[in-house]
């Protein structure tokens, strides 16, 4: 079974990734240094598991990155560190940067001097498309649509990085793209839309999803950025880790690749239809709005299209089923 080093493998995505994986019977490495919330508590869950180990490390500083590569000798890295929010970005540029930009070219220098030349899963988003203000769009009573583009985005949407944050993971986002052309490294990028599910910790700035039923469930305020019309498609995380072992297992016709990755049109929300959701399930919420957020998409829905027809994935998950499995597990 493969070798398979997660960096950032604490996180959310990180901890199902690993769980996953391991089931499979793989041994991980997850290298993580445990600066976001949550992330000792997924630890400790993952301690335990055979065939599990870790290192405490920050992607930004390279010899660390360079010792878990050399040490652990990994088959396929999903590269899944990086620093999440956009409104961080805004107030410390620099810290986004060395986490997404710099963090990443460490990633890709480690495993490229392997003499193995591992398989590297990145980690993107939506946001390398920018705002999508060209985009026509029409208004309805609870949610913005668009005539032109029902499927979703594809990949051949032009690259428009917006905020730090979108310039650092895009600069990411196409260094693994080209470290497969210059080096012959295997990498795939997947620009993922909202990924939801059990265990995730939302907070205002990221994780709306999973923020809106937190703060209903610990009587806390919410602020809307915009109208609430806005709209995300909503992918479950099992769902997501599942591509991911699917590429592991055989990345033959998807090597050097990059995919949209997300619900779909059949799993997209508006803000103010999940709030409606929330409070038909028994959880109201004490909302405020306030203006847009700079960048800010009024819809992204992902075309799945590309890496469904390449690799045979797509989500299996609908927000029916997913919705209620994320918020019974969630914690006050």
């Known amino acids: 079974m493969p070798k ?22 793989s041994q991980v490495l997850a290298v993580d240094d445990l600066s976001r919330p949550g992330s000792e508590r997924n630890l400790a869950a993952l301690e335990s598991e055979p065939g599990f180990e870790f290192v405490k490390a920050d992607v930004s500083t390279r010899a660390p990155v360079e010792s878990a590569f050399e040490d652990f000798q990994p088959d396929a890295v999903v590269h899944l560190a990086a620093q999440v929010a956009v409104t961080t970005s805004v107030v410390d540029p620099r810290a986004d940067f060395e986490t997404n930009a710099l963090g ?37 009573p609870l949610r913005y649509s668009w005539p032109d583009n029902a499927s979703g985005i594809d ?4 690259l428009d990085f917006y905020s730090p944050y979108g310039c650092s993971k895009g600069s990411a986002d196409q260094y693994c793209r080209d470290y497969s052309r210059i080096y012959g490294l295997p990498t795939v990028v997947l620009r993922q839309s909202c990924i939801y599910g059990p265990r995730q910790s939302g907070h205002e700035d990221q994780g709306w999803v999973a923020w809106f039923a937190l703060a209903s469930l610990g009587n806390r305020p919410v602020t809307i950025f915009g109208d609430g019309k806005q709209v995300r498609d909503l992918l479950y995380v099992e769902d997501l880790t599942g591509l ?10 998807a090597a050097g690749s990059i995919f949209n990755v997300g619900g779909g049109p ?14 038909k399930s ?3 919420l004490d909302l405020t709005f306030s203006d847009p957020r700079p960048g800010d998409q009024l819809i992204f829905i992902s075309d799945n299209s590309l890496v469904e027809n390449t690799t ?19 914690e006050r």
């Open 282 to 284: 028994g959880l109201e």
């Open 4 to 25: 398979i080093l997660i960096t950032g493998g604490c996180g959310f995505i990180g901890v199902h990734a690993c769980q996953r994986f391991l089931a499979e019977g």
């Open 312 to 330: 045979g994935w797509k989500p299996s998950t609908p927000i029916e089923v997913g919705l209620p499995e994320m918020i019974g597990t969630l």
């Open 266 to 279: 059949g799993n997209s929300l508006s803000l103010l239809e999940y709030v409606d959701y929330l409070a």
């Open 104 to 140: 990443t070219l460490n990633v890709l220098e480690a495993a490229r001097a392997l003499p193995g030349k591992p398989l590297v899963i990145y980690a993107s988003t939506n946001k390398v498309y920018g705002s999508l203000s060209g985009l026509a769009v029409s208004e309805d």
């Open 244 to 253: 991911y072992w699917r590429l592991i297992s055989d990345h033959r016709q």
């Open 155 to 158: 990949e051949n949407q032009p």
